[in-house]
Every structure is written in C-alpha cells, then in structure tokens.
C-alpha cells in the first residue's frame, strides 16, 4: 500500500486513526493491539508471502533482547549480543544480498551456481539496524521495560516501517506509553495533515516528473550532450531528494496524527557547506546510527585512537553505508565518494587553516553530492562514466532536444532549485507551527 | 582518579572545536558549532578521559552532545569536581 495511494489516505488511515482514538477511551492498551495490526496488514498488503520474514525477525529479536537483559554474566550478554548482530546481517543478507555475492563469486571463481531469486522483503534493511540499535541499547541498560507487543509495535509502527526515519526504542515507546498521546488533538491534527500535503506535493508533483527527464538521460547515456547530461543529473539529484524528503514529510505527518513526533531525517541538505555538513542534514537517523552504533564503537575499541585510525574508520563506515543500500557495486563506489570526501573534508579541517566562502563551499560540496548521485541512479558503470563524461564535455555541446521530454518538467526543475536553495523546509514549519498556542 | 571542573572542560572544547572560551559555557551544544562534528566528539571525550583517568562508555559518546550533559554524565561517575 503506497502513501499516496487513495486506498491508504482515504480508507486505511482513516479507519486506523479512528479505532486508535476512539478504543482508547476505553481501553489502556488497545491502541497497542490497533497499530501492531494495522502495521502486520500495512505490509502483509505488499506480499503477504513476505510477512513471516518480519515477524520471525522480530519474535527472535525479542528473545534475543530479553536474553541480554535477563542476564547478569557480562560474558553470556556479549556472546548473545553478538550472536544476535550476526543473525540479524544474515537475516538480511540472505535476501538482499545471496544473488550478489553469487554473481561475485561466479566471476572471481570461474563458477556456475544459478541465482537463487530470493524474494527482497519490504523495509528489511531500516528494520535490520533497528533492530540492531534496539539490541546494543538493551546491553547497554538503556531499556529497561520491554514486552512483545510494544516491541512488535516500535518495529512495525507502518508509518516509517518502510523508509524510515531510523527511530530509537526508547524515544517512541516514551512518546507510545504517554495517555495523552492517546487524546485527539486538533494543533498536531492540523499540523499532521499539512505536512502530509507537503510531502505528497514534494512526491507527486515534483519527484515523479523529474523522474520522466532522469529516466530518458539515464536510458540514453550514449547519446548525451553536456547540457542534457547535467540536466538529467541535476533532475536525479532534486528526484532523489523531493522523493525521499517528501516519502519523511508524510511519514512524519501521518505520525502526528497519532501524536507521535517522528526524529527529524533532513534539513536542507542541499545548502550544506561541507561534506561533513551535509551527512549532518541528510538522511539524519542514518548517520546518527552510523556514529553511535559503528564509528563511537569501533573507534573507542582501538588502542591507539589518532586522526589517521579515525580516517580509516571513518571511510570504511561509509563503505559499509554505501552497501546498506543496496546489492550493487555502485553503491559500494558512491559509499566509497562519500568516504574519501569524509576523509578529505576532515584533513582539511585539520590541516589548513582559511576558510573558503561559504557560497563557493556550497557549490563545491553541491556538485561533488550530485556526482555521487550519478552512482547512485545508474544501472551500470558504463552509464556512470558515460554521464559524467558528457558532464565534462567530452560528447559534445549541442543544446537539448527538447522534443524529447516535456519543457514543464525543466520549470519543475527550476522550482525545485528555488524551494531548496530559497525556502526553509518542512522541520521548520512543524517548529514554528509548535510555538503558536491554539486558541 | 582525578577530578575535572567546568572551566577545564569548556578549555577541552574550544581546543577541539576551535572556538574561543568565552563563546562557550554550560548551554553550548555540538549543534551550535559546525566544527564540532562526530571526530571531534570522539576527541573531546578520548582528552576528557585522559584527564579524569576514567573511559565513558562508547554507547554514551553519541548522548553527551552539549557541555551540561558531558557534566551531567562527569557527576554520575564522580569525577567533576
């Protein structure tokens, strides 16, 4: 079921948010029962085939926090915390990943093992690293009370189960047990239902047409011109965003319907002055998990902590992030852009003392995102050199045939410049609308 | 083990941060100060340790995000002073 679909706005919404508030006057715990069914349907909807593979996951993964907390031996709470973490990547890797590590291994072998075809379960990979920041914050006695159904719920809460934000046990179960979440009100109704119309405004009207003028320069790679390439990859780079961004906004939305505030995933990014800048404002709950649940960890297990140890760290977290996104070689080499620029922004922090104008480290730090995210969207390498050789010059200036694509997807493109660059985003709105006391 | 107060704490910041001390006091956040990201976090707290003779625990590195909660957190451990 698509958050845009009229089947979820006008008819499973709804009814979800009216049994959630009006059993609530009833009962203490039925809220509960109402958003862990809700969300076993939200996703059985997708391929109810796919539904045990998320309730296996999380019936072990309770036990496997149970077992952390119940024991008192720092030993045996390791050995199951570790054990867990490596069900939990295998879990993962078994349906994401099996097909590529076979090409991988058929190439660099010589080998013949046909792909197993596993079918790729929806939110597998938010629900895998929550699960794992649920599982460590148990051995770190950061979650005290814990039960199955509100453990099923902090997983499956439909409205960020399939693209997040990443959220923390203990945030939403603080927000979940609060009653007064439980009472309708009209400020987060309003504010929910507005944000909601960003994020559809963001997705329909601005993501998917830029899709039409991605589609056709990434399909035609061969043929592009310099002007063509940049726009087709300047289209990608405000697609990914307004897609992503948008999917955030009515998430969040839909969330404070309930009157429950989802953690802020974006804030400008695109105005960010610095690569570091910029993994501070984008796909924020991705970052924090990388930084508290790898780079702290890793980093502090070393005996020797210098800038040299903390680069590599730094650039294998990346590496490892690129990957999380999706069974590619490509994501590896944009997770590998995004490390190097890691490394490079830090040494130059370290190293070099005057400052570059903020506008021009904008622009720098814009146009390195936009090259990544050529990696990003590209079938295969050949596309990506491809573009990025057009972007260069080397296909070529001849002006676009704007035959084409349709001219009203440029406008888009220009209005979507002037919403990043102009506006303040939605995070703000929610922040301003929450100072104003309703009358 | 040895103690450590506010002023030496606020001194560790701004070194790391590269920002003077006396733009910095107890309501000072990482959000506030570009410079203080996930790096210089780590060294804030690795000279923090150094000088309590104490380790914070790694799965606190991502929560002491201000200077009142790194106090917060020193006067848990005992070594604020």
Redesign the interface.
């Known amino acids: 079921m698509l958050f845009h679909s009229p089947l979820f706005l006008f008819l499973f919404l709804p009814l979800v948010l009216f049994l959630y508030f009006f059993t609530s006057k009833y009962s203490r715990s039925a809220y509960e029962y109402i958003l862990v069914i809700s969300g076993l349907f939200f996703y059985a909807y997708w391929d109810i085939y796919l539904s045990p593979i998320i309730i296996i996951s999380i019936i072990f993964n309770f036990y496997f926090a149970k077992l952390i907390k119940n024991k008192t031996d720092e030993k045996i709470k390791k050995t199951v915390l570790v054990f867990a973490i490596i069900f939990n990547i295998f879990w993962l890797a078994i349906f994401k990943y099996t097909n590529f590590i076979t090409q991988n291994l058929n190439f660099l072998f010589n080998l013949n093992i046909d792909p197993i075809n596993l079918p790729f379960p929806l939110a597998i990979s938010f629900v895998t690293f929550q699960t794992i920041a649920h599982l460590v914050d148990c051995y770190n006695g950061k979650i005290e009370k814990n039960n199955l159904i509100r453990y099923s719920l902090f997983i499956i809460f439909f409205p960020q189960l399939i693209a997040g934000p990443i959220v923390r046990y203990k945030n939403m179960m603080s927000q979940f047990c609060n009653e007064k979440n439980r009472n309708f009100n009209y400020k987060n109704f309003n504010l929910g239902l507005i944000v909601i119309l960003i994020g559809l405004f963001k997705k329909i009207c601005i993501a998917d047409n830029l899709a039409i003028l991605v589609e056709y320069g990434f399909e035609n790679y061969e043929n592009l011109s310099f002007y063509e390439s940049w726009l087709s990859s300047l289209c990608f780079t405000f697609q990914i965003y307004f897609d992503f961004s948008g999917y955030i906004d009515i998430a969040t939305g839909i969330s404070l319907l309930f009157n429950i505030k989802l953690p802020q995933n974006f804030n400008s990014p695109y105005k960010s002055s610095s690569i570091i800048n910029f993994w501070q404002r984008w796909h924020i709950t991705l970052s924090h998990f990388l930084t508290n649940y790898i780079y702290f960890p890793w980093a502090k297990s070393l005996k020797n902590i210098n800038f040299i140890n903390t680069m590599i760290i730094t650039f294998f977290v990346f590496v490892l992030a690129g990957f999380w996104h999706g069974p590619s070689w490509l994501y590896v080499i944009f997770g590998c852009l995004h490390g190097a620029g890691l490394v490079i922004n830090h040494i130059f922090r370290k190293f070099f003392r005057f400052k570059i104008f903020n506008i021009l480290s904008c622009f720098l730090t814009f146009n390195y995102v936009n090259l990544t995210f050529i990696f990003f969207r590209s079938e295969n390498l050949d596309t990506s050199i491809n573009l990025i050789k057009s972007m260069i010059g080397l296909n070529g200036f001849d002006y676009p045939d704007y035959s084409n694509f349709n001219i009203h997807i440029i406008l888009i493109l220009l209005l979507s410049i002037i919403i990043v660059f102009v506006f303040k985003n939605t995070n703000h709105l929610i922040e301003r609308f929450n100072s104003y006391e309703v009358q | 083990m040895s103690k450590i107060n506010l002023k030496q704490i606020i001194s560790i910041v701004s070194k790391i941060v590269g920002v003077p001390s006396e733009q910095l006091d107890i309501n000072s956040e990482s959000s506030n100060f570009?410079?203080w990201?996930?790096?210089a976090?780590?060294n804030i707290i690795?000279e923090i340790e150094k000088k309590v003779g104490k380790k914070i625990?790694?799965?606190m590195?991502?929560e002491l995000t201000s200077i009142k909660l790194i106090v917060d957190h020193l006067k848990k451990l005992n070594v604020i002073s």
Request: aromatic share 8%.
């Open positions: 570009y410079k990201d996930s790096l976090q780590l690795i625990d790694a799965s590195m991502g």
